[in-house]
């Protein structure tokens, strides 16, 4: 059975292109060889990522992902049984989220991804893929 799994959490340490760099990395290696797809958006403070793959494949990453000390204040906002994969051309894609800072006023001004829906969030996420904000996506063949 394959799940998508969306969470929310707050980085402990500032965020900088090479700790984020290191961290993708080691997930696209890991989620490659545990067949798990999705996207990682991240700025501001805040890491938004959606997980899709095999349910216990998914639930013991998020496990994981939990147990993490580069995260805190950690929600699960969404959980869905799936038949097909929405993320699933990429190990984990990077998504920058600058313009998601209620400072900025540019796209999101009153988007809050602790207080906004699963579906609203996966939504979001979209929208960043379609307007051309992917700053890092390499392919996981076989899973679309």
Known sequence: MLIRLIYVSKAVDPQTH?????????????????????????????????????RGKVTRLYARISADPRHKELELIHCESITRRRYGGWSMARVGLSDVDPQT????????????????????????IADGRVIDAPSSPGKA
């Open 105 to 128: 006023k540019i796209d999101w001004p009153d988007f809050d991804p602790y207080s906004a829906n699963g579906l609203l969030v996966m939504a979001r996420i979209d929208e960043l």
């Open 18 to 54: 090479a700790s984020t760099d290191s961290m993708l990395r080691q997930a696209q290696a890991w989620n490659t060889q545990n067949e798990i797809t999705g996207v990682l958006c991240e700025g501001q403070g805040v890491f938004l990522q959606a997980l899709e793959g095999e």
